[in-house]
């Protein structure tokens, strides 16, 4: 009977245990290895940063997973549950609603973190995550859509909030993100008639005295000099309190009005690893020094997901890429070791630097104990990384990519490839409009939370003519009659609604047994 | 005060008009020009098939048209309604809703045709377009999809319909993406362990007895004899009837099971065209030859949206890019003309020839007369398009990305930028099942016509439960009980539904008022 290997993830970690057990059991057809990922590519991820200003094109800092690991069978489905017991994993359906169930003798588990940007309001409705593929290229379609509407706006409030990007978090990812940025929006802004490029504003949020905390404090002050030289404005001891639709609320209640808030705040453990039954620290798995789950032998975890002992330090294996794709080394050759009855080995690494690119040809980094800094570091960073780049058809790609960015200009393309308008959420502070009277009615809300007022602008002054709590509705009127808000909508405190587009509404409306009745008795019940 | 000049739409027809008035309006101060594009850029279309396979990069075959047109305001948002009494079009609302209105002295309606599927029935819901950038990506990402899915398929009949492709339509469009879907498909095919190149099908249905009726017979048949010798099934004489979730629907009630059916329908007129109060043949504005609205002077219309007498030939102008842009050119003097008041020029054009890419290193060509096909004619394709690619960093990528595609394997990477599932609807024939018992319960259906049997399968063989109409809603047991289908459902007759997800059901069930006594109400009285 065959063994069966299952790893979930395609980061680091998965992508790269399954590559070095492909290595192992090269000619043993008695073992199969299963990759199950959401996606069928991989992230090289110290580089989605430039996906960003597009120096890197989309398509080239990801590789596809079936040709690093041509002997795994790819399964491209989300995980849905793992049972430790029964030793199976069940993973979303395909095309026909039938679960799939895999059976496994050995599971690896690299499921990595997840942004949780639940416990700040408003965050979750108004905040970019920046963590995979699509979060790039999301965010970078919206600073296009921010730019295009900014060059067109005429209203200087508005025009101020379109052109105020705000990043929160001076780590590498908050760093990496905001230099990127506002390298972008500077550059594009000539493309944009009547955008100066000194109007936009960076912003970075860092709630410590100095950004890069992860690198020596002299690194960290070079990047704080240099990213301020080329006009990021970095607001120290500030930590952010939540979002709405037109601003970033800081702790304290400061608003800044803008419509581009990039949180790059600590991930939280992944959802499916807070349902295992094992011990965990922090949210992340407990595992001994051969990387195994200690109560579920045949189990191995490893990644940000996993809590390591770092034998050369006595502390925790930092959840670094360096260190995951060591992880993963050691993982596979201690599953070939137990498949063999073979003495496993422990982990033992020490990393061999750090570096962060601060954007246009600059970088910070520290090899093995030597600082770098400016354009020397950034040669090394861009060396380093594209000698780590899997494959030598992306090592070709990325290096015309970067050969090109130096001869050409900034592409402003904004690729869209669906609809983005559906049902969601929005998020409101106390005093802020939702709508204003005269306004297109494109949208119909739900108030879950809070409440609001509606208001009649007149000649003589406002009325105040009704005020909403949770499970009223506003906004249908203007739909149903095909004009424009008849009042405005203000938040009387913190607001959440749900928000259903035109389309989506009008399918509701006329299918769903019911939904027309509630609408006209709502609108009935309104009627002076 | 200054003469406003307002284009609509962001084609050949339409940039290269903004692009003419910038050279002839260069240094005129008093002369605003405005392009309204739902996208920020423009795309060459000729090479739009290429993007399916990989051989062109998704932005190279795309180019910021406001770097073609530096000094025309863009505005990118749809255009909502055109007042041509009142000299002034509305557009959709940016970040705040409130609506914009321009006024124009002059205006250029390039707003082309739609695809309009409405007239089969479920082609809406489960064909493919083909005209847009949007629609090339979500094609390609559709057929990855259905690649991964085959490869770890084990039901035959499944398995099958996943790896038919059937295309619809055997002029220029629909050749040129069966030859790339066939390419594609067949090279990628490698990179997955279980699928065979030889397994997928891919098959081209014509209405009429050869394909390519554009060209001359000669070179419709080589088409034909090498599209066959490549494995593309061609199959004549065939129209399509219709589309359900599974399968392609044929003329006659023959049905094709797959998953993919891509349509190259005759595109329908425009709505906004439609709409408009002047004088129209088949959904085009009738021109006279000065590519002027005789009813409304300073109102022009080309591209393919307009119905212009072709002086050469007595006939009418086709709509192709190749005609379009010598539309633009005329249409650019002629207004000058008008605001300088010097005679207008009418418009005088013969095309010089025709191409069309048969995919891997072959084509068909006619040239001033004289025919091509095979090798010698891509290479003269491969040399005209690249020759037309306005500007010459667009010219230096897509040269770099045709020199790699000659050295590197094809990409399967899929990217997706969003969740694509929402509040949608499906198309089912007579027989069909919707969902079965046991199936795994991840969204609601709200019957918008036909009949659906809910049937029970139990060891002694099928019992009908009910059967439901128009209004009625299935398929909410499970979401709500978290519980797999306890029914299957089966289509009675030619049936749409509206369909829910998850996520989309569960907000508004918590959320919107009346929503949650609906079901619990439809619970309560099914319960038996």
Redesign the interface.
């Known amino acids: 009977m065959k063994e069966h290997i299952v790893i979930l993830g395609g980061g680091f970690a998965g992508v790269y245990t399954a590559m070095h057990l492909e290595r192992h059991l090269r000619d043993d057809p008695d073992v199969e290895i299963t990759l199950i990922n959401r996606?069928?590519?991989f992230v090289f991820q110290p580089l989605l940063p430039e996906v960003i200003s597009?120096s890197i094109?989309?398509?080239h800092v990801?590789?596809?997973i079936?040709?690093l690991c041509?002997?795994t069978?790819?399964?491209?489905r989300n995980v849905e549950s793992i049972d430790l017991e029964g030793r199976s994993v069940t993973t979303s359906?395909?095309?026909?609603?039938?679960?799939?169930q895999l059976r496994y003798d050995h599971l690896v588990i690299t499921l990595g973190t997840v942004m949780n940007f639940s416990r700040l309001p408003g965050l979750q409705q108004h905040g970019f995550p920046f963590k995979n593929?699509?979060d790039a290229?999301?965010l970078r379609?919206h600073i296009?859509?921010?730019l295009?509407?900014a060059?067109?706006?005429r209203d200087p409030q508005?025009r101020r909030s379109?052109l105020t990007f705000v990043i929160a978090g001076g780590g590498f990812s908050g760093v990496e993100s905001a230099a990127e940025i506002n390298d972008f929006v500077r550059a594009a802004a000539q493309?944009?008639?009547h955008i100066d490029p000194d109007e936009p504003r960076v912003i970075l949020l860092h709630s410590g005295d100095r950004i890069l905390p992860e690198l020596n404090e002299e690194l960290g002050r070079f990047a704080e000099r240099l990213l301020r030289e080329r006009r990021v404005e970095i607001r120290f001891q500030t930590r952010l309190a939540g979002a709405t639709a037109h601003a970033a609320v800081l702790r304290g209640g400061e608003k800044i009005p803008t419509?581009t808030l990039v949180a790059t705040v600590p991930a939280g453990p992944h959802p499916l690893i807070e349902a295992l039954p094992c011990r965990k620290e922090r949210g992340r798995i407990v595992v001994n020094e051969y990387l195994e789950v200690p109560e579920y032998p045949t189990v191995w975890a490893l990644g940000d997901g996993a809590w390591i002992p770092d034998l050369k330090t006595g502390g925790i294996c930092p959840p670094t890429a360096q260190y995951a794709v060591r992880e993963a080394k050691c993982v596979a050759e201690n599953i070939v070791s137990a498949l063999r009855d073979r003495p496993k080995k422990p982990f033992r690494f020490s990393a061999q630097g750090m570096a962060g690119a601060l954007g246009h040809r600059s970088a910070v980094a520290e090899v093995m104990g030597v600082r770098f800094s400016g354009f020397p570091a950034w040669l090394i960073w861009r060396t380093i990384y594209w000698s780590k780049l899997p494959g030598w058809?992306r090592k070709?790609?990325v290096g015309?990519d970067w050969f090109?960015d130096l001869l050409?200009?900034k592409?402003?393309?904004?690729?869209?490839?669906?609809?983005?308008e559906?049902?969601m959420?929005e998020h409101y502070e106390a005093g802020e409009v939702i709508?204003?009277q005269?306004?297109?009615?494109?949208?119909v809300y739900?108030l879950?939370r809070g409440n609001v007022q509606v208001v009649r602008e007149e000649a003589t002054g406002e009325r105040v003519l009704a005020t909403l709590g949770p499970?009223?509705?506003f906004g249908e009127m203007a739909l149903l009659a095909a004009a424009?808000?008849n009042a405005t909508i203000r938040a009387v405190n913190s607001v959440d609604t749900?928000v259903?587009y035109r389309r989506?509404f009008e399918?509701?409306l006329?299918?769903?047994?019911?939904?027309r009745q509630?609408f006209e008795r709502l609108m009935e019940s309104r009627r002076p």
Chains 1, 2 share one sequence.
């Open positions: 996606e069928n590519y597009g094109e989309i398509q990801i590789n596809p079936r040709r041509p002997r069978n790819l399964l491209m359906p395909g095309f026909r609603p039938t679960p799939t593929l699509g290229l999301h379609n296009i859509h921010v295009e509407e060059d067109n706006e508005l379109l493309n944009y008639r419509q058809e070709l790609r015309i090109l050409l200009p592409d402003i393309v904004q690729i869209k490839t669906g609809r983005s559906s049902i959420q709508f204003r005269g306004d297109l009615g494109d949208r739900a879950i499970g009223d509705c424009p808000r749900l259903i989506d399918a509701l006329n299918h769903l047994p019911g939904m509630i």
